[in-house]
């Protein structure tokens, strides 16, 4: 089946670096694609989301890159905290009509942030 | 603004046992979505719930069953516990009368250990 996964399983980080996480998604029928933020023993905590129609998106210190061409999403995490220490999960929607918020995830990217 | 709420935060069961995890979705949302997380995995989706019924379900066998409250609080039961069904449940939360494609926020979940 379709799924979503990621290049990179564990990412070290110097404290003040900019750290980028790198997905690949398969199913080329997904039109929205999010990312999470869990640290140990909590739940999946939002960061941010793009949609299918767009290529770049920004937060607050992160950034969203969607390339549809190549089926590939990066999250950039600009001045690199300790408190970003987490691992991070890309998760794709797949069309499915109206009703379903079924979100497909990868398997994660450790991120450790070196002080 | 209330986030989602689970409970209990730990539990441990016995093979063969029935379980029941609770949900309290976030104010203003009114789907409720269950996903297992293995260890070192990402979350796998079970089944959602919109107006009290089951409107999608990922490939988790009929022992895991559901229900939703009126007041969109929800509960998650899995019978006849199996070694495997040892993970961290999580319990999301959406409103579906906003944007299609609008984020999930995730309680912290549930850890089940089963032996």
Same mark, same amino acid.
Request: net charge negative; charged share 10%.
């Given at each position: 089946g379709e799924s979503v996964g990621l290049h990179l399983p564990t990412l070290s980080v110097q404290e003040?670096?900019? /750290?980028?996480?790198?997905c690949a998604y398969s199913n080329s029928a997904s039109d929205y694609f999010i990312w999470y933020k869990q640290e140990s023993g909590k739940g999946p905590q939002f960061i941010?989301?793009?949609? /299918?129609?767009m290529d770049k998106r920004q937060g607050q210190r992160v950034t969203v890159l969607l390339n549809k061409t190549v089926k590939h999403l990066s999250l950039q995490i600009a @001045?690199?905290?300790?408190?970003? /220490? @987490?691992?991070?999960f890309c998760a794709e929607k797949p069309y499915s009509g109206a009703g379903s918020y079924q979100l497909t995830f990868g398997k994660g990217t450790k991120l450790s942030v070196i002080p | 603004e209330t986030g989602v709420t689970q409970s209990p935060t730990h539990l441990i069961k016995t093979r #063969?046992?029935?379980?029941?995890l609770r949900c309290s979705s976030?104010? #203003?949302?009114?789907?409720?979505?269950?996903?297992?997380?293995? +260890?070192?995995?990402?979350?796998?989706f079970i089944f959602q719930y919109y107006r009290e019924e089951e409107n999608g379900r990922g490939n988790f066998p009929p022992r895991f069953s559901g229900l939703q409250f009126p007041n969109y609080s *929800? %509960? +998650?039961?899995?019978? !006849? $516990? %199996? $070694?495997?069904?040892?993970? +961290?449940? +999580?319990? !999301?939360?959406?409103?579906?009368? *906003?944007?299609?494609?609008?984020?999930l926020h995730f309680g912290n979940g549930t850890r089940l250990t089963v032996t």
């Open positions: 003040g670096d900019n /750290s980028i996480i790198n941010i989301d793009i949609r /299918s129609n @001045a690199t905290q300790p408190g970003d /220490s @987490a691992v991070y | #063969g046992q029935q379980v029941t976030q104010s #203003g949302h009114n789907t409720v979505s269950w996903y297992q997380q293995a +260890l070192g995995q990402g979350p796998q *929800s %509960e +998650l039961n899995v019978n !006849a $516990l %199996e $070694l495997d069904d040892s993970a +961290l449940y +999580l319990c !999301a939360s959406s409103n579906r009368q *906003s944007s299609y494609n609008s984020p």
